[in-house]
C-alpha cells in the first residue's frame, strides 16, 4: 500500500460524458501527479500540482482538466469523452527535495468509454 | 524531444538472469529510476541512479552510463513473481524546480517461466 487513495477504481461511462476522477496524496506530501497510461503504452505525464499549484504540464488534452485542494486531494476532470480515452489514470505523489525523489503510485482509476 | 527506449518484450526461465536495457535522449538528465508494473496495478520503485555505476539491491542491480544515455535493470535469482513489466523514467530537472515529474519508457514485459 503506497499511501495514495484514488477513486472510482473502475468507471463506465458512454462518448461525450464528463467524469470526475479522485486522489488523495500520501500523508505529508504536497506534490499530486497524474499520468495516463493506454493499452501497450508507457505512462504519459499529464500534470502536476503543488501545494495547490499548478507546477507542471504535459500532453494534456484541452478536455482534460486538474486542480489539487487546500486539503491537497487532487480531482482530474475528463470531459466530452471519446473512445480513446478508454485507459488506466494514475495518481502519484512525492517528497520534493529528496534526492531520490521516487514517486508513490495510486492503484489507479480505470476510465472504460463505450 | 525525449526518448526512453526498452525492448517490448523478454522471456527467461525461473532462476536465471536477465538485463534489461534502457536508453535514453532527453533534454535534461537527474535521474534514472526502474519501476516494476504487475498488470493492471500501481507502479512500485525499484531503484534509482544518478550517477555513473552499479546499484545493488538484494536480487536487483541497476548501472547508469550518463555519457552513453544507457541504463540496465539486472534480475538475479528469477522468481515467477518477478514476471511483470518493468518500467524505465528519467528525471529531467533537479529536485529544486519542485517537480520530481519522471518520463517513463513504454515498459519492457518480462516473463518468466519454470
Known amino acids: 500500500d503506497s499511501g495514495v487513495t484514488q477513486t472510482p477504481k473502475h468507471l463506465i461511462t458512454a462518448t461525450g460524458q464528463r467524469v470526475t476522477l479522485r486522489c488523495s496524496p500520501r500523508?505529508?506530501?504536497?506534490?499530486v501527479y497524474w499520468y495516463q497510461q493506454s493499452l501497450d503504452q508507457g505512462l504519459q505525464f499529464l500534470i502536476q500540482y503543488y501545494n495547490g499549484e499548478e507546477r507542471a504540464k504535459g500532453n494534456i488534452l484541452e478536455r482534460f482538466s486538474a486542480q489539487q485542494f487546500p486539503d491537497l486531494h487532487s480531482e482530474l476532470n475528463l470531459s466530452s469523452l471519446e473512445l480513446g480515452d478508454s485507459a488506466l489514470y494514475f495518481c502519484?505523489?512525492?517528497?520534493?527535495?529528496?534526492?531520490?525523489?521516487?514517486?508513490?503510485f495510486g492503484e489507479g482509476s480505470r476510465l472504460t468509454v463505450l | 524531444g525525449q526518448n526512453i527506449d526498452q525492448p517490448t518484450e523478454m522471456t527467461a526461465t525461473e532462476g536465471a538472469i536477465v538485463q534489461i536495457n534502457c536508453t535514453y535522449q532527453?533534454?535534461?538528465?537527474?535521474?534514472l529510476f526502474w519501476y516494476q508494473q504487475h498488470a493492471g496495478e500501481a507502479p512500485t520503485f525499484l531503484s534509482y541512479?544518478?550517477?555513473?555505476g552499479l546499484e545493488e539491491k538484494g536480487r536487483f542491480s541497476s548501472f547508469l552510463s550518463r555519457s552513453k544515455g544507457y541504463s540496465y535493470l539486472l534480475l538475479k535469482e528469477l522468481q515467477m513473481k518477478d514476471s511483470a513489466s518493468y518500467l524505465c523514467a528519467v528525471r529531467e530537472v533537479p529536485v529544486t524546480y519542485n517537480t520530481d515529474k519522471l518520463i517513463f519508457g513504454t515498459g519492457t514485459r518480462l516473463q518468466v517461466f519454470p
Open positions: 502519484a505523489s512525492s517528497v520534493l527535495g529528496k534526492e531520490a525523489g521516487e514517486l508513490f
Open positions: 500523508s505529508g506530501d504536497l506534490s
Open positions: 541512479n544518478v550517477l555513473d
Open positions: 532527453t533534454s535534461g538528465f537527474n535521474g
